[in-house]
């Protein structure tokens, strides 16, 4: 019996590590693929257009309760518009960003640095319904946020020597202004990292959408941002917990209310425990907002509810009942 028992350990062992085995290498496999997609669809755009600026954009912080996404944009321009690690045209960045910063100027003659943008989060409107999404809909909640990218660069102004005078007492011509700059745009490619987010931004699943009016010189991207697997799965653990505690806390006041059994003072401090408990572990789920979201209605409140009138229950029957 003993080595019957062994025989299945070891095999249910076996099988689970395989299990295991095969789920990490489907992951890197389907990790290695993303990344050379990636890396293809970069070394076709650099082909294309040699003179170009590459785009990394990475999440540094979600925030589903302020309503905010920050960006970490980094530019790399290469081809004519890079010279000895410095740029060799003024180039222009237009964006949008809820903290007003909606143009920024590279001076020829310097480097592109880094910059941090912030878009304004919103809900998700289904088709066909009037109802969007909020972060009250906690853990089934979708956001989505809109990614605007363009960059172009204009020629040096040129200046026309002044005109000499028609005649005596007659207004000298005034210097010609500058030439009217014509915008030219700059091709880019940008690379979306969520590899590298911070732990603000994780039990979020975020998939990017482009619109049909980008191009080779125009982004106009969609990040929808809904939470993750482990997220719902775990905050519907945490609801259902709630809930089966707190009925089987009931079960256990209705033995000792209606069926007589005695009333322990015991009874007070664990169903007092639990009262307060369930508030630690509500505040655990990941990226909670705060009280009054959709799982709270479902399961929070009336967890509460339950152990309070339970709690009121047995001490009332302790006080009042008449000993044995």
């Not at 590590?17 to 990636?38: C, F, P, R």
């Not at 929808?224 to 519907?236: E, H, I, P, Q, Y």
């Not at 089966?244 to 059994?261: C, D, E, N, Q, Y």
Request: proline fraction near 4%.
């Amino acid at each position: 019996m003993s080595l019957r028992k062994n025989i299945i350990v070891k095999s249910f062992t076996a099988s689970l590590l395989m299990i295991l085995m095969l789920a990490m290498g489907l992951t890197i496999n389907a990790q290695t693929k993303t990344k050379t997609e990636v890396e293809k669809q970069a070394e076709e755009f650099a082909a294309k257009h040699p003179t170009r600026v590459d785009v990394y954009a990475k999440i540094l912080n979600l925030d589903p309760i302020k309503g905010d996404v920050t960006l970490r944009l980094e530019f790399f321009p290469d081809g004519d518009l890079l010279k000895e690690g410095v740029l060799t045209k003024n180039i222009k960045f237009d964006t949008e960003s809820a903290n007003g910063k909606a143009e920024i100027t590279f001076e020829k003659g310097k480097k592109m640095h880094a910059t941090e943008v912030i878009l304004s989060m919103y809900g998700e409107t289904k088709e066909g319904s009037t109802y969007v999404s909020k972060v009250e809909d906690y853990p089934f909640d979708t956001h989505q946020a809109d990614l605007y990218l363009y960059f172009y660069t204009k020629p040096d102004k040129k200046k026309e020597a002044p005109k000499p005078a028609e005649a005596d007492g007659a207004n000298p011509v005034k210097e010609e202004a500058a030439e009217e700059e014509e915008e030219i745009e700059v091709p880019h490619f940008l690379v979306f990292n969520f590899q590298d987010n911070l732990p603000k931004a994780a039990g979020f699943e975020i998939t990017t959408t482009k619109s049909k009016e980008s191009d080779d010189g125009l982004t106009e991207l969609n990040l929808k941002m809904t939470r993750s697997l482990g997220v719902k799965l775990f905050a519907t653990f945490i609801m259902l917990l709630m809930l089966g505690v707190s009925l089987a806390v009931a079960a256990l006041v209705f033995t000792v209310v209606i069926l007589g059994r005695k009333a322990e003072i015991a009874m007070f401090s664990f169903i007092t425990t639990l009262l307060f408990a369930f508030v630690t572990v509500r505040n655990s789920q990941p990226g909670v907002p705060p009280v009054g979201t959709f799982s709270d209605l479902l399961s929070f409140f009336w967890a509460e509810g339950i152990l309070g009138v339970c709690l009121l229950a047995v001490v009332l029957t302790w006080v009042f009942r008449k000993p044995a």
